[in-house]
């Protein structure tokens, strides 16, 4: 049964928009999930009917993103927040160091946890240009022998994003993606480890991804709880204990979305087009609208900017919610304003977005 529902203009940034037609397909499997006679949320975990949604939703994640089997795909709760310990627990310790390239708050707050284990260093830092840019890569620096180097490739808050990585030789390279996983291909060896809470372009919230080389997994330290410990998990096909179940059958009904629009390439292609749309009225308002992130640096996830006052962006915002516009403000945080264009929020919500703009510039520049 389809629903005549109005869906919002939704550019909330986590959660976030899902695809109608998951959404349409979760409903009408979520009373009797595939002739089971239950839910998946009443489904044992150890059954063989959840187990096949689980190592599907893997195996379309290794498919999408094209992860070898040197590295294993992890599904774990805490959101990123816990990555931000769980990281340094397992890989920091006595006579480690490892540096953080500092690009926003959730840099700083993954530094500051990684703190409390080891000796942390700032590889690059762009806090004093009130983290516009990202830094270019000749500005990172570290000495070679750290046991991991932390980044985050999209920039939730300040709407920056990496648009090549760090070589980084012997020095394990760990990126949180949490805000632009799957929104473009990306070389997955050049990373030891890549982990995303998946409530932006994933799923719902309650899922963490975590893919993990093999080889760096086995330089962990073993002194550690068990249900922190990376092994745990990579052992039991993330299975050691109840694991969000609900979640992981969205998550890989989103990836089979992903699949059936045709892959990493056609997201892309998308996600840039929607970012133009915004991108081009900030750029073509003559300083109307005042984008924060440097050109260069610009995420196509989430596009942040300022009017010229702050009484004017309050009536911005103001009418953008009247208009139906969800989620454009900017993080509690900095504030300004904020628009979240993740895989699943469509082309005309963007489209809409971008003319009420040049509308709302017009009345009152
Ligand atoms: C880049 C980034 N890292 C980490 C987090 C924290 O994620 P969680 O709420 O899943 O702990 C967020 C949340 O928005 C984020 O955007």
Redesign the pocket.
Known sequence: MKLDIKRAYNFN??PSALPLSVLEKAQQELIDFRGTGMSIMELSHRSAAYEEVHNQAIARLKDLMGISEDYEVLFLQ???????SMIPMNFLGEGKKAGYVMT?S?SE??FAEAKLFGEVAQAASSKEGKYRRIPRLAEIQYQGDEAYLHL??????YGTQWKEFPATGNVPLIA????DILSKPVDVSKFSMIY?????NLGP?GV?VVIVRKEFLEKANSNIPTMLKYSTHAKNNSLYNTPPTFGIYMLGEVLGWVQEIGGLEEVVRRNEEKGKLIYDAIDHSNGFYIGHAENDSRSLMNITFNLKSEELEKAFLAQAKQEGFIGVNGHRSIGGCRASTYNAVPYESCKAFSEFMEQFQKQNG
């Open positions: 940034a986590g805490g959101g990123a927040s816990l990555q931000f926003g959730w707050k993954a985050t490739s999209n920039n939730t808050i949180d993606m949490s805000s995303a809470g998946a409530q932006k919230s963490t």
